[in-house]
């Protein structure tokens, strides 16, 4: 009762939400870098937000199915086979016994999440299932998924098929402005610094990481090298020596002594994780009530868009 990985692709990890409250063993959340896909993903297969799903970070993944099972995949869009036939993303499917799953590389964005009915039953470390290879802890082994892997999970019969219409699915352009709450640091870089950050279009470096987005564009300067080590939040901008910020996303390290220009709200860094090297962004600042409201609103939204049973295939 399992899914066999025959192919593992370019990165495949094994996420839950993440790994909360543990940042003073200097462990961090990791967890699925774009929270919307994997939430819809849960939401489509009527689980609970908390199963574990595969991430597959640039496709490539090639799966033997040993149950019968409901499966999704959403994300990025990269083309979908099951037994060598075209299938929808952002819909559930009936995969049996036999059956081999293969995901293609994406036109579009650079991450798919793959989820089966009640998740996949691994055991959590620290609280959780998250995979985050620099601690080598959560998935299977503390690493990314290899040939031969065997996912553990449940059958199920019962539940209806269901798909997110097309006008609904998130679309993954080439671009994004994120929205930007600053931070007390921001007075560190003077007016014209500032105003060169929020004008800028920056690329997305091929550096580009789980632990955090590299920049490239104008050189932003501060007027002091570094600051005492303190907790980074999900989405905080540093601006290290060469003046490059990095965006810090899921496997973040827990503190930091680079200066921060302010956080990318938690929103804006999901839809960021879906942007290739050479991807343009532009940030905004908003104030925190304003980051509040766009958050309450986003997740209003995830839970109550609408879902369109489909006959049985």
Same mark, same amino acid.
């Given at each position: 009762?399992? %899914?066999? /990985?025959r192919?593992?692709?370019v990165?495949?990890? %094994? #996420?839950?939400?993440?790994?909360? *409250?543990? !940042? ?6 990791? $967890? ?6 994997f ?6 297969? *009527?689980?609970?937000a908390?199963?574990?799903?595969? =991430?597959?970070?640039?496709? $490539? ?7 019968d ?11 979908l086979?099951?037994?060598?036939k075209p ?14 799953v #293969?995901? $293609? ?15 996949? +039953?691994?055991?959590p ?17 503390? =690493?990314?998924?290899?040939?031969? @892997?065997?996912?553990?999970?449940r059958s @199920? ?16 352009? *080439? ?11 921001? +007075? !560190?870089? @003077?007016?014209?610094? +500032?105003?060169?950050f929020?004008?800028?279009?920056w690329?997305?470096s #091929? ?12 050189? /932003?300067?501060?007027? /002091?090298?570094? &600051?005492?080590? =303190?907790? /980074?939040? %999900?989405?905080a901008? #540093?601006v ?5 910020? &990095?965006? %810090?996303?899921n496997?973040?390290q827990? &503190? ?5 220009? $302010?956080?990318?709200i ?10 290739r090297?050479?991807g ?8 925190? !009530?304003?980051? !509040? ?9 995830l839970?109550h868009?609408p879902? +369109?049973?489909?006959? =049985?295939?």
């Open positions: 009762m399992s %899914l066999r /990985i192919q593992p692709g990165l495949s990890l %094994l #996420q839950d939400r993440g790994r909360f *409250g543990q !940042h003073h063993l200097g462990l961090t959340t990791g $967890g699925p870098m774009d929270l919307e896909a939430l819809l993903c849960q939401r489509l297969l *009527g689980n609970s908390d199963c574990t799903l595969l =991430e597959c970070s640039f496709g $490539g993944l090639e799966v033997e199915v040993n149950i099972t409901l499966l999704c995949v959403t994300g990025a869009d990269a083309p086979l099951i037994n060598g299938a929808d993303l952002w819909t559930t499917h009936r995969v049996r016994e036999g059956d081999r #293969q995901l $293609g590389h994406p036109q579009q964005g650079c991450r798919n999440y793959l989820g089966v009915v009640d998740g996949f +039953q691994v055991a470390q620290f609280g959780s299932t998250a995979t985050v290879l620099r601690e080598g802890i959560g998935g299977l082994r503390g =690493e990314k998924l290899a040939p031969d @892997d065997v996912l553990p999970c @199920d019969t019962q539940r209806p098929r269901l798909r997110l219409p097309p006008a609904e699915r998130p679309h993954y352009a *080439g671009q994004l402005t994120v929205r930007v709450v600053p931070g007390y640091q921001q +007075q !560190h870089f @003077d007016r014209l610094q +500032q105003r060169r929020y004008s800028a279009a690329s997305v #091929q550096r580009a990481d789980r632990m955090g987005y590299r920049l490239e564009g104008p050189v /932003i300067r501060c007027d /002091i090298a570094g &600051i005492v080590s =303190e907790g /980074i939040c %999900l989405g901008i #540093q290290p020596a060469d003046g490059q910020p &990095i965006v %810090l996303l496997d973040r827990t &503190i930091g002594g680079y200066p921060k220009l $302010g956080s990318a938690s929103i804006d860094a999901s839809r960021m994780s879906q942007l090297p050479g343009t962004v532009h940030f905004a600042a908003v104030s925190p !009530h304003a980051a !509040h409201n766009a958050l309450h609103m986003h997740h209003w939204r839970q868009l879902l +369109q049973p489909l006959p =049985e295939e």
